[in-house]
Protein backbone atom coordinates (compact mmCIF):
# COMPACT_ATOMS: atom_id res chain seq x y z
CA UNK A 1 0.00 0.00 0.00
CA UNK A 2 1.27 3.31 -1.26
CA UNK A 3 1.40 5.70 2.27
CA UNK A 4 1.41 8.74 -0.34
CA UNK A 5 -1.97 8.01 -2.48
CA UNK A 6 -4.41 10.63 -0.22
CA UNK A 7 -8.00 9.86 -0.96
CA UNK A 8 -10.47 11.35 1.59
CA UNK A 9 -10.64 9.37 4.13
CA UNK A 10 -12.26 9.52 7.59
CA UNK A 11 -10.20 10.44 10.99
CA UNK A 12 -9.81 7.33 13.33
CA UNK A 13 -12.55 7.74 16.16
CA UNK A 14 -11.34 10.83 18.61
CA UNK A 15 -9.77 9.91 22.20
CA UNK A 16 -10.58 12.74 24.61
CA UNK A 17 -8.23 13.34 27.45
CA UNK A 18 -7.85 15.89 30.17
CA UNK A 19 -4.80 18.24 29.74
CA UNK A 20 -5.16 20.86 32.44
CA UNK A 21 -8.90 21.12 33.43
CA UNK A 22 -9.48 21.26 29.38
CA UNK A 23 -11.86 18.20 27.65
CA UNK A 24 -8.95 17.68 24.70
CA UNK A 25 -10.23 15.71 21.54
CA UNK A 26 -7.41 14.00 19.12
CA UNK A 27 -6.78 11.26 16.77
CA UNK A 28 -4.27 9.10 16.64
CA UNK A 29 -3.17 6.20 14.68
CA UNK A 30 0.05 4.48 13.34
CA UNK A 31 3.42 3.62 14.71
CA UNK A 32 6.79 5.27 14.58
CA UNK A 33 7.89 8.44 14.85
CA UNK A 34 5.07 10.82 15.82
CA UNK A 35 3.90 13.39 13.59
CA UNK A 36 1.63 16.34 15.14
CA UNK A 37 -0.42 18.71 12.78
CA UNK A 38 -1.63 22.17 14.28
CA UNK A 39 -4.25 23.66 12.34
CA UNK A 40 -4.81 27.47 12.00
CA UNK A 41 -7.63 29.53 12.65
CA UNK A 42 -8.72 30.57 16.29
CA UNK A 43 -11.77 30.20 18.65
CA UNK A 44 -14.36 32.38 18.10
CA UNK A 45 -15.07 32.95 14.30
CA UNK A 46 -18.44 32.41 13.14
CA UNK A 47 -18.26 31.76 9.84
CA UNK A 48 -15.26 29.48 10.28
CA UNK A 49 -14.34 26.59 12.71
CA UNK A 50 -11.91 24.25 11.86
CA UNK A 51 -10.72 21.07 13.60
CA UNK A 52 -8.42 18.04 13.20
CA UNK A 53 -10.50 16.73 10.44
CA UNK A 54 -8.27 19.74 8.46
CA UNK A 55 -5.93 17.05 7.94
CA UNK A 56 -7.61 14.03 6.71
CA UNK A 57 -6.10 14.15 3.22
CA UNK A 58 -2.52 14.04 5.09
CA UNK A 59 -3.30 11.92 8.02
CA UNK A 60 -4.68 8.98 6.59
CA UNK A 61 -1.78 8.32 4.02
CA UNK A 62 1.07 9.02 6.39
CA UNK A 63 -0.14 6.92 9.40
CA UNK A 64 0.58 3.89 7.28
CA UNK A 65 4.17 5.21 8.01
CA UNK A 66 4.43 7.48 10.97
CA UNK A 67 2.55 7.76 14.48
CA UNK A 68 0.19 10.55 13.31
CA UNK A 69 -1.90 13.05 15.71
CA UNK A 70 -4.36 15.69 15.26
CA UNK A 71 -5.87 17.43 18.09
CA UNK A 72 -8.18 20.18 18.51
CA UNK A 73 -6.90 23.49 19.93
CA UNK A 74 -8.27 24.28 22.86
CA UNK A 75 -11.72 26.52 22.46
CA UNK A 76 -11.78 24.97 18.85
CA UNK A 77 -13.09 22.07 17.05
CA UNK A 78 -14.55 19.59 19.75
CA UNK A 79 -11.53 20.40 22.84
CA UNK A 80 -13.35 22.63 25.77
CA UNK A 81 -13.54 26.07 25.84
CA UNK A 82 -10.90 28.20 28.02
CA UNK A 83 -11.35 28.06 31.45
CA UNK A 84 -10.67 32.40 32.23
CA UNK A 85 -10.89 35.35 30.11
CA UNK A 86 -7.30 35.76 29.91
CA UNK A 87 -6.84 32.20 28.31
CA UNK A 88 -8.32 33.55 24.87
CA UNK A 89 -5.01 34.01 23.95
CA UNK A 90 -2.28 32.54 21.61
CA UNK A 91 -0.06 31.49 24.70
CA UNK A 92 -2.63 29.61 25.95
CA UNK A 93 -2.95 27.68 22.94
CA UNK A 94 0.45 27.18 22.67
CA UNK A 95 0.58 26.18 25.70
CA UNK A 96 -2.22 23.82 26.11
CA UNK A 97 -0.54 21.92 22.85
CA UNK A 98 2.65 21.72 24.75
CA UNK A 99 1.18 20.30 27.78
CA UNK A 100 -1.01 17.56 25.25
CA UNK A 101 1.85 16.40 23.67
CA UNK A 102 3.64 16.14 27.19
CA UNK A 103 0.83 14.17 28.03
CA UNK A 104 0.64 11.77 25.78
CA UNK A 105 4.35 10.71 26.82
CA UNK A 106 5.68 10.63 22.99
CA UNK A 107 9.32 11.11 22.03
CA UNK A 108 9.89 14.83 20.23
CA UNK A 109 7.53 14.86 17.06
CA UNK A 110 7.99 16.40 13.90
CA UNK A 111 5.51 19.39 14.42
CA UNK A 112 3.39 20.53 11.49
CA UNK A 113 1.06 23.78 12.06
CA UNK A 114 -0.55 25.68 9.32
CA UNK A 115 -1.20 29.27 9.36
CA UNK A 116 -2.00 30.09 13.54
CA UNK A 117 -1.15 26.87 14.12
CA UNK A 118 2.59 27.66 12.10
CA UNK A 119 2.83 30.52 14.28
CA UNK A 120 2.04 27.78 17.79
CA UNK A 121 4.66 25.37 15.98
CA UNK A 122 6.81 27.98 15.68
CA UNK A 123 6.80 28.80 19.74
CA UNK A 124 6.74 25.13 20.92
CA UNK A 125 9.84 25.10 19.07
CA UNK A 126 11.08 28.23 20.73
CA UNK A 127 9.85 27.49 24.49
CA UNK A 128 9.71 23.85 24.36
CA UNK A 129 12.31 22.51 22.47
CA UNK A 130 12.44 19.21 23.87
CA UNK A 131 9.24 18.23 22.81
CA UNK A 132 9.73 19.22 19.03
CA UNK A 133 11.94 16.70 16.67
CA UNK A 134 11.51 19.09 13.25
CA UNK A 135 9.23 22.06 12.21
CA UNK A 136 6.70 22.07 9.22
CA UNK A 137 5.36 25.53 8.82
CA UNK A 138 2.85 26.10 6.37
CA UNK A 139 1.38 29.56 5.15
CA UNK A 140 1.81 31.23 8.04
CA UNK A 141 1.13 35.08 7.79
CA UNK A 142 1.49 34.67 11.57
CA UNK A 143 4.86 34.20 11.40
CA UNK A 144 5.32 36.47 8.46
CA UNK A 145 6.45 40.34 8.80
CA UNK A 146 4.39 40.83 5.90
CA UNK A 147 0.89 42.33 6.05
CA UNK A 148 -2.03 39.58 6.10
CA UNK A 149 -4.70 40.49 3.63
CA UNK A 150 -7.46 38.67 5.15
CA UNK A 151 -9.72 40.82 5.61
CA UNK A 152 -9.13 42.34 1.70
CA UNK A 153 -9.60 38.46 0.60
CA UNK A 154 -12.32 37.29 3.62
CA UNK A 155 -14.33 40.01 5.10
CA UNK A 156 -18.11 40.87 4.54
CA UNK A 157 -18.98 37.29 3.61
CA UNK A 158 -22.34 37.50 2.09
CA UNK A 159 -23.98 34.22 4.00
CA UNK A 160 -25.50 34.46 7.40
CA UNK A 161 -22.74 32.91 10.27
CA UNK A 162 -23.14 29.47 11.32
CA UNK A 163 -24.07 28.32 7.96
CA UNK A 164 -22.45 25.71 5.56
CA UNK A 165 -22.66 28.70 3.26
CA UNK A 166 -20.49 31.44 5.12
CA UNK A 167 -18.14 28.56 5.85
CA UNK A 168 -17.80 27.48 1.80
CA UNK A 169 -17.95 31.26 1.09
CA UNK A 170 -14.48 31.62 3.83
CA UNK A 171 -12.96 28.31 2.18
CA UNK A 172 -13.17 29.02 -1.55
CA UNK A 173 -11.94 32.44 -0.70
CA UNK A 174 -8.73 30.80 0.95
CA UNK A 175 -7.91 28.32 -1.93
CA UNK A 176 -7.00 28.22 -5.66
CA UNK A 177 -9.59 25.82 -6.40
CA UNK A 178 -13.10 26.18 -5.35
CA UNK A 179 -12.92 22.97 -6.45
CA UNK A 180 -10.84 21.68 -3.58
CA UNK A 181 -13.74 22.87 -1.19
CA UNK A 182 -15.09 19.75 -0.42
CA UNK A 183 -18.83 19.22 0.81
CA UNK A 184 -17.18 16.56 3.25
CA UNK A 185 -14.57 19.53 4.37
CA UNK A 186 -17.81 22.17 4.64
CA UNK A 187 -19.64 19.68 6.96
CA UNK A 188 -16.92 19.19 9.29
CA UNK A 189 -16.61 22.88 9.61
CA UNK A 190 -20.83 22.87 10.37
CA UNK A 191 -20.56 20.38 12.71
CA UNK A 192 -18.65 22.47 14.66
CA UNK A 193 -20.23 25.38 14.66
CA UNK A 194 -23.66 24.06 15.90
CA UNK A 195 -21.16 23.47 19.30
CA UNK A 196 -22.96 25.21 21.84
CA UNK A 197 -19.14 25.90 23.92
CA UNK A 198 -18.04 27.14 20.17
CA UNK A 199 -21.14 29.76 20.14
CA UNK A 200 -19.58 30.34 23.29
CA UNK A 201 -16.27 31.06 22.30
CA UNK A 202 -17.61 33.29 19.68
CA UNK A 203 -19.74 35.24 22.00
CA UNK A 204 -17.10 35.43 24.21
CA UNK A 205 -14.35 36.55 22.01
CA UNK A 206 -16.81 38.86 20.08
CA UNK A 207 -19.83 39.85 22.48
CA UNK A 208 -17.48 40.18 25.42
CA UNK A 209 -14.60 41.53 22.79
CA UNK A 210 -11.73 39.53 24.18
CA UNK A 211 -11.03 39.09 20.45
CA UNK A 212 -9.80 43.00 20.56
CA UNK A 213 -9.26 43.53 24.51
CA UNK A 214 -7.29 40.20 25.16
CA UNK A 215 -6.43 38.32 21.59
CA UNK A 216 -5.01 40.74 19.46
CA UNK A 217 -2.75 43.07 21.52
CA UNK A 218 -1.46 39.84 22.96
CA UNK A 219 -0.48 38.32 19.66
CA UNK A 220 0.99 41.33 18.73
CA UNK A 221 3.34 41.16 21.59
CA UNK A 222 3.77 37.76 21.11
CA UNK A 223 4.34 38.12 17.66
CA UNK A 224 6.92 41.01 17.73
CA UNK A 225 9.17 38.81 20.49
CA UNK A 226 9.11 35.62 18.14
CA UNK A 227 10.09 37.80 15.56
CA UNK A 228 13.03 38.37 17.43
CA UNK A 229 14.01 35.14 18.80
CA UNK A 230 13.71 33.95 15.10
CA UNK A 231 16.41 36.33 13.91
CA UNK A 232 18.29 35.67 16.75
CA UNK A 233 18.62 31.77 16.05
CA UNK A 234 16.22 30.72 18.81
CA UNK A 235 15.20 27.94 16.57
CA UNK A 236 17.16 25.21 16.85
CA UNK A 237 15.35 22.50 15.57
CA UNK A 238 15.28 21.33 11.54
CA UNK A 239 12.93 23.40 9.72
CA UNK A 240 10.65 23.76 6.37
CA UNK A 241 8.56 26.23 5.01
CA UNK A 242 5.99 25.55 2.84
CA UNK A 243 3.75 28.09 1.36
CA UNK A 244 0.98 27.94 -1.88
CA UNK A 245 1.80 30.65 -4.36
CA UNK A 246 -1.49 31.97 -5.07
CA UNK A 247 -2.78 32.66 -0.92
CA UNK A 248 -4.97 35.53 -0.74
CA UNK A 249 -4.45 36.24 2.20
CA UNK A 250 -0.32 35.38 2.98
CA UNK A 251 1.80 36.88 0.81
CA UNK A 252 4.83 34.84 -1.14
CA UNK A 253 7.08 37.25 0.55
CA UNK A 254 6.59 36.16 3.75
CA UNK A 255 7.79 32.55 3.13
CA UNK A 256 11.12 34.25 2.08
CA UNK A 257 11.00 36.20 5.36
CA UNK A 258 11.01 33.13 7.14
CA UNK A 259 13.02 31.04 5.41
CA UNK A 260 15.78 33.40 5.80
CA UNK A 261 15.55 34.20 9.51
CA UNK A 262 15.35 30.48 9.91
CA UNK A 263 18.12 29.70 7.81
CA UNK A 264 20.66 32.17 8.77
CA UNK A 265 20.77 30.07 11.96
CA UNK A 266 19.68 26.58 11.22
CA UNK A 267 21.59 24.50 8.21
CA UNK A 268 18.64 22.17 7.67
CA UNK A 269 16.17 25.00 6.52
CA UNK A 270 14.59 24.04 3.61
CA UNK A 271 12.13 26.13 1.70
CA UNK A 272 8.88 24.89 -0.73
CA UNK A 273 6.19 26.59 -2.94
CA UNK A 274 3.28 25.10 -4.21
CA UNK A 275 1.71 26.07 -7.50
CA UNK A 276 -2.12 26.62 -8.00
CA UNK A 277 -2.09 26.47 -4.17
CA UNK A 278 -3.98 29.03 -1.78
CA UNK A 279 -3.93 28.98 1.84
CA UNK A 280 -4.68 25.28 2.11
CA UNK A 281 -1.56 23.71 -0.08
CA UNK A 282 -1.62 20.29 2.22
CA UNK A 283 -5.64 19.78 1.11
CA UNK A 284 -5.16 21.13 -2.80
CA UNK A 285 -1.59 19.17 -3.81
CA UNK A 286 -2.23 16.53 -0.90
CA UNK A 287 0.36 13.58 -2.76
CA UNK A 288 2.86 15.92 -3.55
CA UNK A 289 2.52 17.39 0.44
CA UNK A 290 2.45 13.97 2.05
CA UNK A 291 5.57 13.18 -0.36
CA UNK A 292 7.58 16.07 0.90
CA UNK A 293 6.41 15.79 4.82
CA UNK A 294 7.20 12.21 4.91
CA UNK A 295 10.14 12.32 3.07
CA UNK A 296 11.60 15.28 5.33
CA UNK A 297 10.61 12.53 8.10
CA UNK A 298 12.85 10.03 7.05
CA UNK A 299 15.53 12.34 6.32
CA UNK A 300 15.59 13.70 9.41
CA UNK A 301 16.43 10.15 11.12
CA UNK A 302 18.81 9.76 8.13
CA UNK A 303 20.96 13.42 9.27
CA UNK A 304 20.69 11.66 13.14
CA UNK A 305 22.52 8.25 11.87
CA UNK B 1 22.69 -1.44 -0.60
CA UNK B 2 22.14 -0.01 -4.47
CA UNK B 3 25.27 0.24 -6.87
CA UNK B 4 25.63 1.89 -9.77
CA UNK B 5 27.74 0.64 -12.72
CA UNK B 6 30.05 2.24 -14.92
CA UNK B 7 28.87 1.53 -18.28
CA UNK B 8 30.54 2.07 -21.77
CA UNK B 9 28.01 2.14 -25.08
CA UNK B 10 28.27 3.33 -28.63
CA UNK B 11 25.39 5.24 -29.76
CA UNK B 12 25.69 6.14 -33.09
CA UNK B 13 29.15 6.89 -33.94
CA UNK B 14 29.92 8.31 -30.05
CA UNK B 15 31.49 6.43 -27.47
CA UNK B 16 29.43 7.09 -24.56
CA UNK B 17 30.35 6.48 -20.56
CA UNK B 18 27.64 6.72 -18.09
CA UNK B 19 26.50 5.22 -14.82
CA UNK B 20 23.60 3.10 -14.80
CA UNK B 21 22.04 0.96 -11.68
CA UNK B 22 19.16 0.90 -9.02
CA UNK B 23 16.27 -0.96 -8.45
CA UNK B 24 14.77 -3.06 -11.39
CA UNK B 25 11.69 -2.27 -12.74
CA UNK B 26 12.00 0.95 -10.69
CA UNK B 27 10.85 4.45 -12.39
CA UNK B 28 13.98 5.56 -14.25
CA UNK B 29 15.71 8.76 -13.81
CA UNK B 30 18.11 10.78 -16.12
CA UNK B 31 20.79 12.85 -14.54
CA UNK B 32 22.35 15.56 -16.61
CA UNK B 33 25.08 16.91 -15.12
CA UNK B 34 26.09 21.01 -15.54
CA UNK B 35 29.22 22.26 -16.70
CA UNK B 36 30.09 23.24 -20.40
CA UNK B 37 32.94 21.51 -21.94
CA UNK B 38 35.38 22.51 -22.46
CA UNK B 39 34.59 26.31 -21.31
CA UNK B 40 33.69 25.21 -17.68
CA UNK B 41 36.84 25.72 -15.65
CA UNK B 42 36.63 22.54 -13.95
CA UNK B 43 35.81 19.14 -15.97
CA UNK B 44 32.47 18.02 -15.14
CA UNK B 45 30.86 14.54 -15.86
CA UNK B 46 28.42 12.04 -14.36
CA UNK B 47 30.92 11.63 -11.47
CA UNK B 48 30.22 15.81 -10.54
CA UNK B 49 26.38 13.87 -9.26
CA UNK B 50 29.22 12.50 -6.31
CA UNK B 51 27.14 10.09 -4.00
CA UNK B 52 23.77 11.56 -4.33
CA UNK B 53 23.14 9.30 -6.77
CA UNK B 54 22.79 6.32 -4.66
CA UNK B 55 20.75 7.80 -2.80
CA UNK B 56 18.48 7.87 -5.43
CA UNK B 57 19.36 4.37 -6.85
CA UNK B 58 17.45 2.86 -3.37
CA UNK B 59 14.09 3.15 -5.18
CA UNK B 60 15.28 4.54 -8.79
CA UNK B 61 16.66 3.39 -12.11
CA UNK B 62 19.25 6.15 -12.38
CA UNK B 63 20.55 6.90 -16.01
CA UNK B 64 23.06 9.49 -15.52
CA UNK B 65 25.43 9.68 -18.21
CA UNK B 66 28.55 12.17 -19.55
CA UNK B 67 27.04 14.68 -21.45
CA UNK B 68 28.82 15.09 -24.87
CA UNK B 69 32.27 16.31 -24.66
CA UNK B 70 32.61 15.60 -21.18
CA UNK B 71 34.48 12.38 -18.89
CA UNK B 72 33.96 9.32 -21.10
CA UNK B 73 31.49 10.72 -23.58
CA UNK B 74 33.03 11.99 -27.05
CA UNK B 75 31.83 15.28 -28.39
CA UNK B 76 30.97 14.71 -31.65
CA UNK B 77 31.60 16.18 -34.63
CA UNK B 78 28.64 18.64 -34.64
CA UNK B 79 28.70 21.98 -32.72
CA UNK B 80 28.02 21.53 -29.43
CA UNK B 81 24.69 22.86 -28.46
CA UNK B 82 21.32 22.39 -26.46
CA UNK B 83 19.76 20.60 -29.19
CA UNK B 84 22.83 18.23 -29.87
CA UNK B 85 22.81 17.46 -26.03
CA UNK B 86 19.12 17.23 -25.69
CA UNK B 87 18.96 14.95 -28.67
CA UNK B 88 22.16 12.86 -27.32
CA UNK B 89 19.88 12.54 -24.30
CA UNK B 90 17.06 11.07 -26.27
CA UNK B 91 19.40 8.48 -28.13
CA UNK B 92 20.27 7.25 -24.53
CA UNK B 93 17.66 6.87 -23.46
CA UNK B 94 15.87 4.73 -26.35
CA UNK B 95 19.21 2.61 -26.33
CA UNK B 96 18.42 1.81 -23.02
CA UNK B 97 14.64 1.34 -23.33
CA UNK B 98 13.13 3.86 -21.23
CA UNK B 99 9.77 5.14 -22.90
CA UNK B 100 9.01 7.38 -19.45
CA UNK B 101 11.56 8.87 -17.50
CA UNK B 102 12.00 11.57 -14.67
CA UNK B 103 14.84 14.29 -15.68
CA UNK B 104 16.88 15.90 -13.03
CA UNK B 105 19.33 18.93 -14.85
CA UNK B 106 21.92 20.56 -12.89
CA UNK B 107 23.41 23.99 -14.75
CA UNK B 108 23.25 23.74 -18.36
CA UNK B 109 21.79 20.24 -17.99
CA UNK B 110 18.37 22.05 -16.59
CA UNK B 111 18.58 23.89 -19.96
CA UNK B 112 18.35 20.68 -21.47
CA UNK B 113 15.78 19.17 -19.82
CA UNK B 114 14.10 22.10 -20.64
CA UNK B 115 14.27 20.85 -24.42
CA UNK B 116 13.38 17.69 -23.56
CA UNK B 117 10.09 18.51 -21.86
CA UNK B 118 8.72 20.99 -24.69
CA UNK B 119 10.58 18.52 -27.31
CA UNK B 120 9.63 15.35 -26.14
CA UNK B 121 6.68 15.40 -23.02
CA UNK B 122 5.51 11.98 -23.52
CA UNK B 123 8.33 10.78 -22.18
CA UNK B 124 9.43 13.20 -19.46
CA UNK B 125 7.46 11.83 -16.32
CA UNK B 126 8.80 15.31 -14.39
CA UNK B 127 11.98 18.06 -14.93
CA UNK B 128 13.59 18.99 -11.55
CA UNK B 129 15.43 22.01 -12.88
CA UNK B 130 18.36 22.25 -10.55
CA UNK B 131 20.24 25.58 -9.97
CA UNK B 132 20.70 26.39 -13.50
CA UNK B 133 21.60 30.16 -14.10
CA UNK B 134 21.10 30.07 -18.33
CA UNK B 135 17.52 28.67 -17.91
CA UNK B 136 16.60 31.67 -15.99
CA UNK B 137 15.80 34.81 -17.55
CA UNK B 138 18.73 36.72 -18.22
CA UNK B 139 18.46 40.65 -18.65
CA UNK B 140 21.09 43.04 -18.96
CA UNK B 141 23.19 40.53 -16.43
CA UNK B 142 26.87 42.24 -14.99
CA UNK B 143 29.40 40.71 -16.60
CA UNK B 144 30.61 37.79 -15.01
CA UNK B 145 33.28 38.09 -12.71
CA UNK B 146 33.58 35.04 -10.60
CA UNK B 147 35.78 33.05 -11.92
CA UNK B 148 37.91 35.25 -13.94
CA UNK B 149 41.30 34.86 -12.48
CA UNK B 150 42.31 30.97 -12.67
CA UNK B 151 45.00 30.11 -11.18
CA UNK B 152 47.30 28.08 -14.54
CA UNK B 153 47.20 25.96 -15.89
CA UNK B 154 43.74 25.69 -16.78
CA UNK B 155 42.20 22.28 -15.76
CA UNK B 156 45.37 21.47 -13.38
CA UNK B 157 44.12 20.12 -9.96
CA UNK B 158 44.71 23.66 -8.26
CA UNK B 159 43.14 24.98 -11.09
CA UNK B 160 39.93 22.87 -10.96
CA UNK B 161 39.34 22.76 -7.44
CA UNK B 162 40.16 26.54 -7.65
CA UNK B 163 36.99 27.11 -9.58
CA UNK B 164 35.12 24.39 -7.42
CA UNK B 165 35.26 26.27 -4.14
CA UNK B 166 34.57 29.58 -6.22
CA UNK B 167 31.13 28.06 -6.89
CA UNK B 168 30.35 26.48 -3.66
CA UNK B 169 28.94 27.62 -0.34
CA UNK B 170 31.92 25.66 1.84
CA UNK B 171 35.07 23.76 0.11
CA UNK B 172 34.20 20.87 2.67
CA UNK B 173 32.54 18.59 -0.62
CA UNK B 174 36.25 19.16 -2.93
CA UNK B 175 37.22 15.89 -1.66
CA UNK B 176 40.17 13.93 -2.85
CA UNK B 177 37.45 11.83 -5.05
CA UNK B 178 36.21 14.12 -6.98
CA UNK B 179 39.50 16.27 -7.95
CA UNK B 180 40.85 12.48 -9.19
CA UNK B 181 37.31 12.40 -11.07
CA UNK B 182 37.80 16.02 -12.13
CA UNK B 183 41.94 15.40 -13.31
CA UNK B 184 41.08 11.95 -15.38
CA UNK B 185 38.19 14.09 -17.05
CA UNK B 186 40.78 16.64 -18.29
CA UNK B 187 43.02 13.71 -19.77
CA UNK B 188 40.28 12.78 -21.98
CA UNK B 189 39.96 12.68 -25.34
CA UNK B 190 36.50 14.40 -25.13
CA UNK B 191 37.99 17.16 -22.86
CA UNK B 192 40.48 18.37 -24.98
CA UNK B 193 38.42 17.76 -28.08
CA UNK B 194 35.74 20.29 -26.51
CA UNK B 195 38.80 22.85 -25.35
CA UNK B 196 39.98 22.88 -28.53
CA UNK B 197 36.29 23.19 -30.34
CA UNK B 198 35.61 26.18 -27.56
CA UNK B 199 38.19 28.30 -29.04
CA UNK B 200 36.43 28.14 -32.58
CA UNK B 201 33.09 27.27 -33.00
CA UNK B 202 30.96 25.72 -29.86
CA UNK B 203 31.07 29.29 -27.65
CA UNK B 204 28.93 31.04 -30.54
CA UNK B 205 26.59 27.41 -31.36
CA UNK B 206 25.95 26.89 -27.24
CA UNK B 207 25.32 30.51 -26.39
CA UNK B 208 22.67 30.96 -29.33
CA UNK B 209 21.25 27.60 -28.76
CA UNK B 210 20.60 28.39 -24.95
CA UNK B 211 19.12 31.47 -25.88
CA UNK B 212 17.21 29.80 -28.33
CA UNK B 213 15.86 27.05 -26.21
CA UNK B 214 14.73 29.88 -23.38
CA UNK B 215 12.56 31.78 -26.53
CA UNK B 216 11.08 28.21 -26.57
CA UNK B 217 10.21 27.72 -22.99
CA UNK B 218 8.97 31.53 -22.75
CA UNK B 219 6.68 31.32 -25.99
CA UNK B 220 5.69 28.41 -24.22
CA UNK B 221 4.80 29.47 -21.23
CA UNK B 222 2.63 32.31 -23.10
CA UNK B 223 0.47 29.69 -24.23
CA UNK B 224 -0.35 26.15 -23.80
CA UNK B 225 2.58 25.84 -20.79
CA UNK B 226 5.10 23.34 -19.90
CA UNK B 227 3.51 19.92 -20.33
CA UNK B 228 4.76 17.83 -18.18
CA UNK B 229 5.09 18.49 -13.97
CA UNK B 230 8.23 21.19 -13.14
CA UNK B 231 10.20 21.69 -9.85
CA UNK B 232 12.86 24.11 -9.46
CA UNK B 233 15.56 24.11 -6.91
CA UNK B 234 17.71 26.44 -6.30
CA UNK B 235 20.56 26.77 -3.49
CA UNK B 236 20.54 29.32 -0.77
CA UNK B 237 24.26 30.68 -1.92
CA UNK B 238 24.37 30.02 -5.43
CA UNK B 239 27.34 32.35 -6.47
CA UNK B 240 26.47 32.15 -10.29
CA UNK B 241 22.67 32.76 -9.81
CA UNK B 242 20.14 34.76 -7.72
CA UNK B 243 17.12 33.43 -5.78
CA UNK B 244 15.27 35.77 -7.96
CA UNK B 245 16.58 34.58 -11.08
CA UNK B 246 15.23 31.36 -9.80
CA UNK B 247 11.72 32.47 -8.61
CA UNK B 248 11.08 34.33 -11.78
CA UNK B 249 11.43 31.18 -13.90
CA UNK B 250 9.42 29.12 -11.52
CA UNK B 251 6.93 32.10 -11.69
CA UNK B 252 6.68 31.86 -15.56
CA UNK B 253 6.39 28.15 -15.53
CA UNK B 254 3.71 28.08 -13.11
CA UNK B 255 1.24 30.50 -14.37
CA UNK B 256 0.60 27.13 -16.40
CA UNK B 257 1.89 24.16 -15.18
CA UNK B 258 -0.28 23.36 -11.94
CA UNK B 259 2.31 20.47 -10.80
CA UNK B 260 4.89 23.12 -10.37
CA UNK B 261 6.84 23.38 -6.99
CA UNK B 262 9.87 25.90 -5.95
CA UNK B 263 12.18 25.10 -3.50
CA UNK B 264 15.80 26.84 -2.00
CA UNK B 265 18.11 24.07 0.52
CA UNK B 266 19.94 25.96 2.28
CA UNK B 267 24.04 26.71 3.09
CA UNK B 268 24.46 25.77 -0.39
CA UNK B 269 26.43 26.92 -3.68
CA UNK B 270 25.49 25.84 -7.10
CA UNK B 271 27.06 22.22 -6.74
CA UNK B 272 23.86 21.71 -4.08
CA UNK B 273 23.78 17.81 -4.46
CA UNK B 274 27.19 17.42 -3.14
CA UNK B 275 27.12 20.39 -0.83
CA UNK B 276 23.61 19.42 0.90
CA UNK B 277 22.82 15.86 -0.47
CA UNK B 278 20.17 14.55 2.08
CA UNK B 279 17.80 17.61 1.41
CA UNK B 280 18.50 17.65 -2.53
CA UNK B 281 17.75 13.92 -2.53
CA UNK B 282 14.68 14.80 -0.07
CA UNK B 283 13.49 17.48 -2.73
CA UNK B 284 13.79 15.57 -5.84
CA UNK B 285 13.16 12.27 -5.14
CA UNK B 286 9.72 13.41 -2.85
CA UNK B 287 8.70 15.38 -5.97
CA UNK B 288 9.07 12.91 -8.08
CA UNK B 289 6.41 10.07 -6.12
CA UNK B 290 4.15 12.88 -5.19
CA UNK B 291 4.12 13.26 -9.30
CA UNK B 292 3.35 9.24 -9.44
CA UNK B 293 1.10 9.58 -6.55
CA UNK B 294 -1.06 11.96 -8.15
CA UNK B 295 -1.05 10.62 -11.54
CA UNK B 296 -2.61 7.35 -10.12
CA UNK B 297 -5.15 8.85 -7.94
CA UNK B 298 -6.10 10.97 -10.92
CA UNK B 299 -6.64 7.47 -13.45
Redesign the interface.
Known amino acids: M ?1 Y ?4 PAALPPAKTIDIEGIKTSYHVAGTRQPIVFIYGGNFGTADSAPSAHAWNLNFVPLAERFQVIAFDKIGQGFTGNPLRDEDYSMAAVVRHAAAFIKTLGIPPAHIVGHSRGGYAGARLALEYPHLVRSLTIVSSGTLSPRVSTNEVALSKCPHPPYTRESARWIYEGYCFSPKSVTDEWIEKVYEVLQLPKYRESVRKMVDEQLGTRVFLPELAKQKRETLQWLREGRLQRPTQVVFG ?1 NDPTVAIEGA ?1 DL ?1 DAV ?1 AH ?11 AGHFSYRE ?1 P ?6 L ?3 V ?2 ID ?2 SE | MASLNLQTKTLGSRRTRLLRGGKAGAPAALFLHGGIPGATLFCSGAHIWGESLLSFAEELDVIAPDCPGSGGTDLGEEPLTVEAIGSFAVALLADSGVTSVEVVGHDIGGLVGIWLALNHPKTVRSLSIVASPMSAPVGDALDDILLVAPPRSLWSRESQAWALERLSYSHMHIDRTLLDACVAASDGEPHRHAVAMAKTSSAKTLGGSMSRTRSLLWEACRNAGVQVPVQIVWA ?1 HDPVTT ?1 EAGFVL ?2 TI ?1 AK ?11 AGSLVFREQP ?2 F ?3 V ?3 G ?3 R ?2 K ?2 AA
Open positions: NHSASRFFAQRKTELHIFNQHERFNALGDFDLKW | SRYDAQRASQFHVINRSAHHVASFRGVDEAR
